[in-house]
């Protein structure tokens, strides 16, 4: 059974700040991994895909790494901002189950 | 182009009523999942509609249904409520069920059994 890990559960940090949330998953036979943004009470925001031949995507001061064979990913982020809180979850889907295994999140405050 | 949108955002409901949650997928999305939020267990995955079928299911009773329309809306039911049904519950939707396409989620119908 596939399990998310998501390290740390809370990171609060000071504006400007680069840093990296990190996600492992005890089975490496991924399609592909999702990152997503969830501010509180609402719903989630995809931030990036990355397919299992892939090892990085980017989008804007986002760049997330995929390390199938140690079944790792790192979310970083650069120059932290305030509107950057909140909490980030990964997601994998896997040989029969197409439906989206979640980590618990990591709850990020940046601090203006 | 208009995201995902779920109906209604807040339901209060009692012990033993039955519900109804509704979502729209984003124009051209073809599959529709279902997912429980709670701060206990996390995210879990309900079930998937595509084409009108169920193709997923997770591990949830039978109180838990589901049907997709040919329009690709898709509403879940949950019957005889329980206190621990209270939760978000969030749709998402892609363009197919194949591993390149994207979720994207709707803003979650926060349920409330008492």
């Known amino acids: 059974k596939q399990e998310v890990t998501q390290i740390p559960a809370a990171l609060s940090v000071p504006e400007g700040e680069n840093l990296v949330l990190n996600c492992s998953f005890t089975?490496?036979?991924?399609?592909?991994l999702q990152w997503f943004r969830q501010d509180p009470g609402k719903g989630l925001t995809s931030l990036l895909l990355?397919?299992?031949?892939?090892r990085e995507q980017t989008s804007g001061r986002l760049n997330a790494s995929l390390d199938k064979s140690s079944g790792r990913s790192t979310l970083y982020i650069a120059a932290s901002q305030p509107g950057d809180s909140a909490t980030y979850l990964c997601a994998v889907t896997g040989p029969g189950r197409r439906a989206l295994t979640f980590g618990s999140g990591t709850r990020l405050q940046v601090q203006p | 182009k208009a995201g995902v949108t779920q109906t209604p955002r807040y339901l209060i409901k009692t012990r033993g009523q039955q519900v109804t949650l509704s979502c729209s997928p984003i124009?051209?999305?073809?599959?529709v999942s279902w997912y429980q939020q709670t701060p206990g267990q996390g995210l879990q995955f309900l079930f998937e509609y595509f084409s009108e079928t169920q193709r997923n299911k997770g591990n949830f009773p039978g109180r838990f249904s589901g049907r997709q329309f040919s329009n690709s809306r898709s509403e879940m039911n949950v019957s005889t409520l329980e206190l621990g049904d209270s939760a978000l519950y969030l749709c998402?939707?892609?363009?197919?069920?194949?591993?390149?396409?994207?979720?994207?989620f709707g803003p979650g119908t926060r349920l409330t059994v008492t």
């Open positions: 089975d490496s036979a991924i399609y592909n």
């Open positions: 124009s051209g999305h073809r599959s």
């Open positions: 998402a939707s892609s363009l197919g069920r194949g591993t390149s396409y994207e979720q994207y």
């Open positions: 990355i397919q299992s031949s892939q």
